[in-house]
């Protein structure tokens, strides 16, 4: 079942911290299967799957994305991806689940933690009901600017699986915002999880 990704609710202007900075991942396997060609097209681009090195997930890399390296101080990040098209980011980042704790509790910590961030808004005020991996989840969206004035636009998708929280970021500038999407699309849409 695919993430249905919801448009932003009305959108007010802000600006705040890159919410997910430059991060990266291990090294995992990476491996790249020529698509099915239909009828004359010449030549199709290639699709990337991505397999987290622990086993835990896949995804399919959207066109144009490389992967970067994870700084050891943030070691929930499992996965970062950076488009070479526009100024965007995609994340994987898990974390275990307390006892007693819900996705609604979880995504609701995640949210006040990116409040937190200087000159942060929100653009969503409740986070919105989807499914990703045939897993209930949320969603939600906020605008960042970072000391230099750049502004940042983020959409995080957040679900549970097991004992992990896991969360599905796609950043960019707000400029960028729009074409980053549409590029980045595949990530959660294609996004598995391998383990129960």
């Known amino acids: 079942m695919k993430p249905t990704i919801v448009p932003a609710a009305t959108t007010t202007t802000i600006a705040t911290q890159a919410a997910v900075l430059p991060l990266a991942t291990p090294r995992a396997s990476i491996s790249s299967s020529p698509p099915e060609s239909r009828g004359i097209t010449p030549v199709m681009p290639t699709s990337t799957l991505y397999t987290d090195p622990q086993g835990r997930f896949s995804f399919t890399v959207p066109d144009g994305y490389q992967q970067t390296p994870v700084p050891p101080q943030q070691p929930t990040v499992a996965a970062r991806f950076e488009s070479r098209l526009v100024s965007g980011v995609i994340l994987v980042t898990i974390q275990p689940m307390e006892p007693g704790a819900t996705l609604d ?38 605008l960042l600017t970072e000391n ?47 383990v129960a």
């Open 148 to 194: 230099g004035g750049r502004r940042y636009h983020a959409l995080v998708i957040t679900t549970v699986r097991g004992d992990a929280f896991s969360t599905l970021t796609i950043q960019s500038e707000e400029k960028d915002f729009t074409a980053h999407l549409a590029q980045a699309r595949v990530f959660p849409d294609t996004f598995a999880f391998l």
């Open 105 to 142: 509790l979880k995504t609701e910590v995640t949210q006040k933690a990116s409040s937190k961030l200087p000159e942060y808004q929100a653009l969503t005020t409740q986070p919105t009901a989807t499914t990703v991996a045939g897993q209930s989840a949320r969603q939600f969206e906020f």
